[in-house]
T-cell receptor
Framework: EAGVAQSPRYKIIEKRQSVAFWCNPI?????LYWYQQILGQGPKLLIQ????????DSQLPKDRFSAERLKGVDSTLKIQPAKLEDSAVYLC??????????????FGPGTRLTVL | AQSVTQLDSHVSVSEGTPVLLRCNYS??????LFWYVQHPNKGLQLLLK??????LVKGINGFEAEFKKSETSFHLTKPSAHMSDAAEYFC?????????????FGAGTQVVVTP
């Protein structure tokens, strides 16, 4: 079974530029998550989708971050404009279906973003 | 509200000796608890999980953890460390009353294994 795919693996940009990350979850997984992991910290949830609907985006900085999962499968996370403090690893995860009470999450390898 | 405290940011062990990673949690309801491992440049991998059954949970690669409600702890142990165990480990809590299963990660414990 293929795992969660993410691209790119690495990205270096200058502050005030824009960047987008892509995630393809495990086939059949209804729930998709984006996390931000700053160096030396645990992952922090940014946004959570159930199919193509948002169920939690309380920690997403909405003035600069946006995410979509239009067809309920793959997802894109965008930052515009980027700040120095956005340097982090962005992790995508998926789980089968939280509404059935099963919340084991499977993680992708992440995208390491460096903002100069 | 839920939170996790990992009591050690770094642990150094010799190969072949026991490993103990300490985790305390706070949860308003009955929690689900997890340990994840992150090797350099690789995704997070689930080691083990506690949901409500046996309090001693066995995971992959010889790891196990014990849920102690009275102590609000979920410490991770392994009898004999291997060089491949060098990685970062995260204790994670989720309130089972939260139907969306939001995960709260600890800050992580970096494990170094010396020959």
């Amino acid at each position: 079974e293929a795992g969660v795919a993410q691209s790119p693996r690495y990205k270096i940009i200058e502050k005030r530029q824009s960047v987008a990350f892509w995630c393809n979850p495990i086939s059949g997984h209804a729930t998709l998550y984006w996390y931000q992991q700053i160096l030396g910290q645990g992952p922090k949830l940014l946004i959570q989708f159930q199919n193509n609907g948002v169920v939690d985006d309380s920690q997403l900085p909405k003035d600069r971050f946006s995410a979509e999962r239009l067809k309920g499968v793959d997802s894109t996370l965008k930052i515009q404009p980027a700040k120095l403090e956005d340097s982090a690893v962005y992790l995508c995860a998926s789980s089968l279906d939280l509404q059935r009470g099963y919340n084991e999450q499977f993680f992708g390898p992440g995208t390491r973003l460096t903002v100069l | 509200a839920q939170s996790v405290t990992q009591l050690d940011s770094h642990v150094s062990v010799s190969e072949g000796t026991p490993v103990l990673l300490r985790c305390n949690y706070s949860s308003s309801y009955s929690p689900s608890l997890f340990w994840y491992v992150q090797h350099p440049n690789k995704g997070l991998q689930l080691l083990l999980k506690y949901t409500s059954a046996a309090t001693l949970v066995k995971g992959i690669n010889g790891f196990e953890a014990e849920f102690k409600k009275s102590e609000t702890s979920f410490h991770l142990t392994k009898p004999s460390a291997h060089m491949s165990d060098a990685a970062e480990y995260f204790c994670v809590v989720s309130d089972r009353k939260d139907s969306w299963g939001k995960l709260q990660f600890g800050a992580g414990t970096q494990v170094v294994v010396t020959p």
